[in-house]
């Protein structure tokens, strides 16, 4: 297949680029560096550096069987501040993407959703069938491109998957997590065990969970590139798909932390500080539809494997 992979020089995007190249597929990798890094895309890919709402620019590649689109700003507290951009760059981009790839006889799509649609939610574990309630313009965005695919699913426009992602992590050498600037706590914390930064900050210790801190279900990104693979093949035969993607399983911020000290041998100054605006207390996934749809089955998502392939993957510079 030729793909069209958007936001490829990020995290989740690189990684997936990579095992659609392993299984024989040619890669367009399309990505406006706003964030990603231009040396995180695989060399075996195509790199066109630019924007995936530039039409003209997404025509001129010429037609593709699929595009997995990873292409976002993807910080909730910034979406905040600053709505308007996040449904500029994350809903009109992705309609402008979606014009100019149909145009051209597109046929699969595969969305980069998030358990940000959900919202503050009280039960837990999530499954895909829980009211929708976004509490960020971010997650918002999300719903936005959703609710838009579902409706060319509808009229035959295209086949689309959308993919919701829980708290993706771990990474490979070749593409470890980072992000500018980071906001996810793992590769945080592997920075102060590093000595990169000098502590760790923890976003409130009176939630109503077990241990006071925030539960978060955390996905390896080798199991969630898998996911997209299985997604795509799906789609051959289902014309629609709304999958979360996660575990089952919630590790809470004082787990993490001690998993991270554990696996790097190192202890640091951790401090409590006052809840983030926004941070909903837990978020965990159930995820029984997308191993009964896709036959998907995470492999690398227990917490300590996921920490220790991403402090392998934090050494490198
Ligand atoms: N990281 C997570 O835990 C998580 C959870 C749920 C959903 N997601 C979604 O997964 C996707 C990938 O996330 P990530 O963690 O790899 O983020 P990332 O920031 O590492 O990657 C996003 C990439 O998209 C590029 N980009 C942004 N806007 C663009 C545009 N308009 N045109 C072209 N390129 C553009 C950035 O330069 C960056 O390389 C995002 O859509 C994000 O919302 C991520």
Not at 128 to 153: D, F, N, T
Not at 198 to 213: A, K, Q, R
Not at 286 to 312: C, F, G, M, Q, Y
Request: charged share 25%.
């Amino acid at each position: 297949m030729r793909v069209l992979v958007t936001g490829a020089a990020g995290f989740i995007g690189s990684t997936t680029a990579e095992l659609l190249l392993d299984g024989g597929h040619e890669v367009v990798a399309l990505d406006s560096l706003v964030r990603g890094t231009r040396n995180n895309v695989p060399v075996r890919a195509t790199f066109v550096e630019g924007d995936c709402g530039d039409v003209e620019l997404v025509r001129s590649l010429g037609s593709f069987d699929a595009c997995v689109h990873f292409a976002a700003r993807i910080e909730p507290a910034d979406s905040m501040a600053y709505p308007e951009t996040f449904f500029a760059n994350n809903v009109a981009s992705t309609f402008r993407l979606l014009e100019a790839l149909i145009a051209t006889g597109l046929e699969r799509f595969v969305f980069s959703s998030s358990c940000a649609v959900y919202g503050d939610q009280v039960e837990m574990p999530i499954d895909e069938e829980r009211a929708i309630r976004p509490h960020s313009p971010y997650g918002q965005s999300k719903r936005m491109v959703e609710e838009g695919l579902e409706w060319l699913v509808r009229q035959g426009r295209l086949k689309a998957a959308s993919l919701r992602y829980f708290n993706a992590a771990g990474g490979t050498a070749a593409h470890p997590e980072r992000h500018t600037p980071e906001i996810h706590l793992i590769p945080i914390a592997l920075d102060v065990a590093l000595g990169r930064r000098s502590h760790l900050e923890v976003y409130g210790s009176d939630y109503p969970t077990p241990d006071g801190t925030c539960v978060r279900d955390y996905i390896h990104v080798s199991d969630l590139a898998e996911a997209h693979s299985l997604a795509l093949r799906a789609l051959e035969t289902k014309p629609g798909l709304t999958l979360n993607l996660g575990t089952g399983t919630g590790s809470s911020n004082r787990q993490v932390i001690d998993t991270v000290k554990k696996v790097t041998g190192r202890e640091f100054d951790v401090q409590y500080v006052e809840r983030r605006a926004g941070d909903p207390a837990a978020a965990v996934a159930s995820n029984r539809r997308a191993k009964e749809i896709l036959n998907w089955i995470p492999t690398r998502s227990d917490l300590t494997t996921i920490v220790r392939d991403a402090w392998a993957a934090h050494q490198t510079p």
